[in-house]
């Protein structure tokens, strides 16, 4: 569905994205891994339009969508959790979910206000409080209660697991076991390199700006040596 080639992004003067090649196939889980300053987000905001690449190419189903701006990724189908979240902190719960709701690229709205409120209980019970009175694990819950609302293709999770505490962490791993139930593409960023090797098929791992693995997940949870040594694990 998406396919990332040659890519280069600089930040000034650094060149942090280092010839970029990934593809992203339909209805498959992706984990993306590294070490802190590897490239991941920048690779994220790469492809989401929301950093330009100096060179190289994003396509999407063979059309060239470098330079798309965000909002029109998300138009076509690709739904973004970043690090840090990105809710709206003065809306109430239930007016940041109704705000994203839309048609999925097909038409239909699987991801509708009761499915998100049947996936993420807690959410039920804080639909009129704002965005900024919820807990860090309720934040969380409402970024990927929105992103799903958009009904994406695609869904790219960027540390949504980051500073949660271990019973939130393990219920937006139900969620995203869930999510992929449905046929969405997911893109995983995490910390925790066995759990995304675990609910994905594929796996990516970059290096100073390189991807210099890329292969099913399950083979490379039986390389031990070679997790050690790109992971520092
Ligand atoms: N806005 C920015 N301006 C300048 N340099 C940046 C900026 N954002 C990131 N960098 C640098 O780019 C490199 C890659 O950062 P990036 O956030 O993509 O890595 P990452 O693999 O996602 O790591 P982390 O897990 O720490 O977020 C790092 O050296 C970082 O310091």
């Given at each position: 569905m998406l396919q990332i080639e040659s890519l280069n992004t600089y930040?000034?003067?650094?060149?942090?994205?280092?010839?970029?090649?990934?593809t992203l196939p339909t209805a498959?889980?992706?984990?993306?891994?590294?070490?802190n300053g590897m490239g991941k987000t920048t690779l994220i905001r790469s492809l989401m339009g929301y950093?330009?690449?100096?060179?190289?190419?994003?396509?999407?189903?063979?059309?060239?969508?470098?330079?798309?701006a965000p909002e029109k990724m998300a138009r076509h189908g690709i739904g973004y959790v970043p690090e840090g979240r990105g809710i709206f902190p003065n809306l109430s719960v239930r007016e940041n979910l109704v705000?994203?709701?839309?048609?999925?690229?097909?038409?239909?709205?699987?991801?509708t206000f009761d499915r998100v409120m049947?996936?993420?209980?807690?959410?039920?019970?804080?639909?009129?409080h704002g965005?900024?009175?919820?807990?860090?694990?309720?934040?969380?819950?409402?970024?990927?209660?929105?992103?799903?609302?958009?009904?994406?293709?695609?869904?790219?999770?960027?540390?949504?697991?980051?500073?949660?505490?271990?019973?939130?962490?393990a219920e937006i791993w139900r969620v995203i076991g869930e999510i992929r139930a449905t046929g969405i593409a997911t893109l995983i960023v995490d910390r925790d390199w066995?759990?995304?090797?675990?609910n994905t098929e594929q796996a990516v791992v970059m290096e100073k700006g390189r991807i210099v693995r890329q292969g099913p997940s399950a083979g490379l949870l039986a390389e031990p040596k070679v997790l050690e040594e790109l992971l520092g694990v």
């Open positions: 930040y000034g003067d650094s060149h942090i994205l280092r010839g970029v090649d990934v498959t889980s992706v984990g993306l891994l590294g070490r950093v330009r690449p100096a060179s190289g190419r994003v396509k999407m189903d063979g059309q060239d969508v470098t330079g798309w705000m994203s709701a839309r048609a999925g690229v097909d038409g239909k709205r699987t991801w049947h996936t993420f209980p807690r959410l039920t019970e804080r639909l009129s965005g900024q009175q919820l807990s860090g694990g309720e934040q969380q819950m409402l970024s990927i209660g929105r992103a799903l609302m958009t009904n994406p293709r695609l869904l790219i999770l960027d540390e949504a697991t980051e500073g949660l505490a271990p019973l939130i962490v066995r759990k995304v090797l675990g």
